[in-house]
Each structure stands twice: as structure tokens, then as C-alpha cells.
């Protein structure tokens, strides 16, 4: 594999409030003491405005931090400093948040968030669909993030469980769920390539599931979803690949592949997610 560094003025793929910020954040760091130190810059979009991380790997002075607040006061951003791997701090602005099914989620710079926004409306508002929660329904939400589907799901369902492997997007979701007033989801920090069949969340069974694995799949809580037995299941695939082994269970466990859509979450490339809809042999019909 070749790599290359490349000088860019424009990207004309980004969206356009980013893509301003190129010109003026180059002469930013051009500008700054320690611009010999500095590693990588993450741009994003908020709703409440886009955000700048600078990965620095020296600590800056009082005169680059005074640099960098007034670029944030000119161009109206947040910029968040990462001293390391680990910490992030904000010298700048607010928590960025996003407004998804009439919520407001907060994230924090560095959490795993859907990064297409108008696709992922589309997602969720399809999800919503084709599960068709009832206030009567339990539903679980695996590999469930800071709950960018749990938490719609919990606007009509009975009760929502979200089960997530990153105990920060746990955090997260739990905070999201309190400041919108969900009292009918929980969420769970739990490895899910382990055997969870005996946690007391998992017991009781499930009306409905939905399930975003990372690109390996589930092949861990496959045979899990089989035992639950839900009426239905949608399946957030991001490798169709493993969507496809995975489905392999599900339909010898009584499951009709009832829909199928492919979503464009990244543009200009080669890259398509996925959307399956699962339901049981027993007379129930897909939307």
C-alpha cells in the first residue's frame, strides 16, 4: 500500500460549513508556536454548530491557546484540544449535539456517531418502520452506540434495552435517555462476544430487536437472537459479508428475509450499509 501526503485548499466532498474552515484553520496552525507539534485535525458538523479537534504532542502555550480562541470567536466553532489518546478538552464553545426522531442527543467529539446525518435519518425513521414499536412491545437494541436508535425506539415502545461494548457511549446514552425524559429505556455496558444469556437484562425475552454491529457482525449474539425469538428483527450491516453468515441463522431459526435496502451513507466512495428486516414464519407481515 502507498501513502501520500497531500496539500489541500478545498475538498469540494465536504460538506461546505467544513470545507470554509480549511483556508482559515491552515493559517491558524501556520501561525501557532508549536506548529512543529501538532498531529492530526477532526473536523465535524454539530447541530449546534461544526467543531474542531487538534491533536497536540506538547502542551500549548498561553499565546497558540489565545490564537486558537480567537480563530473559534471568527469563525464561530468549538475547538476541543487532545493533549493524548485519552484526554479531550474543550477550550471552546459547547458539548456538540445532534436532533434525531425530535430528540437532542449530545456526543462528545471522540464518540462513534453515524457521520452521515441526512442518511442516518432516513436510517432511523426506516427502523422505526419496519420494527413498528407498540407501548406494549419489549425491545432490545444491540451493539446499541450512545443510542442512536434506542432512544427513538423508546419514544413508542413499552420498554427499550440497549446493550453496548464502550462503557463512554454507555455514559453517554444514559445521560441522553435522563435529558429527554425516557424513563422507559436502560442501557448496559457489556461485552457481547461473551455468553450474556444470563444477565438479568437478557432474561424474559424480547418482543423486537435491532442490532448495528461493527464490521465483523454479530456472530457472538446470532444464536442468542434465535432463543429470544422476537417477531422481528432489523439488521444494521455495515459488511455484507458478515450480514450474510449472520442471516444464515436466522432464517434456519424460522426467519423470512421480508426487506432489504441499501444505504449511501458515504458518498464518492465504494462503501454501502445495508438494512434487513427479519421476520418469523407465524403469519406476521412486513410493512
Known amino acids: 500500500m502507498n501513502y501520500e501526503l497531500v496539500d489541500i485548499h478545498a475538498c469540494p466532498i465536504l460538506r461546505p460549513v467544513l470545507e470554509q474552515l480549511i483556508a482559515p484553520l491552515r493559517a491558524c496552525l501556520e501561525g501557532l508556536r508549536a506548529v512543529a507539534h501538532l498531529g492530526h485535525v477532526e473536523l465535524a458538523a454539530a447541530d449546534n454548530g461544526p467543531l474542531v479537534v487538534l491533536r497536540h504532542l506538547q502542551p500549548l502555550g498561553e499565546e497558540d491557546r489565545r490564537r486558537l480562541l480567537d480563530f473559534a ?14 484526554r479531550l478538552d474543550c477550550l471552546s464553545g459547547e458539548p456538540p449535539y445532534y436532533r434525531i426522531a425530535a430528540l437532542t442527543l449530545r456526543f462528545s467529539p471522540r464518540d462513534f456517531i453515524q457521520i452521515n446525518d441526512e442518511v442516518n435519518q432516513q436510517m432511523v425513521a426506516q427502523a422505526l418502520d419496519w420494527l413498528a414499536p407498540t407501548p406494549g412491545d419489549r425491545v432490545l437494541d444491540l451493539f446499541c452506540g450512545m443510542g442512536n436508535f434506542t432512544l427513538p425506539l423508546a419514544r413508542s415502545s413499552g420498554q427499550v434495552t440497549g446493550v453496548e461494548g464502550v462503557a ?9 435517555a435522563q435529558s429527554n425524559s425516557l ?12 455468553d450474556v444469556m444470563r444477565q438479568p437484562w437478557a432474561v424474559g425475552g424480547f418482543d423486537k430487536i435491532l442490532l448495528d454491529p ?3 457482525g454479530a456472530a457472538g449474539v446470532m444464536p442468542l437472537l434465535a432463543a429470544w425469538a422476537p417477531q422481528r428483527i432489523v439488521y444494521v450491516s455495515c459488511n455484507p459479508a458478515t450480514l450474510a453468515r449472520d442471516s444464515k441463522i436466522l432464517l434456519a431459526a424460522g ?3 421480508a426487506r432489504l435496502v441499501m444505504l449511501d ?11 434487513a428486516l427479519f421476520i418469523k414464519r407465524s403469519g406476521i407481515s412486513a410493512r
Open 73 to 86: 470567536a471568527a469563525q464561530q466553532v468549538s475547538v476541543w484540544l487532545a493533549p493524548d489518546g485519552e
Open 265 to 275: 451513507m458515504f458518498p464518492h466512495s465504494g462503501h454501502l450499509e445495508s438494512m
Open 255 to 257: 426467519y423470512t428475509l
Open 168 to 176: 463512554a457511549l454507555v455514559a453517554n446514552g444514559q445521560y441522553n
Open 183 to 194: 424513563s422507559n429505556v436502560t442501557f448496559f455496558h457489556e461485552n457481547l462476544e461473551q
Open 214 to 216: 461493527a464490521r465483523a
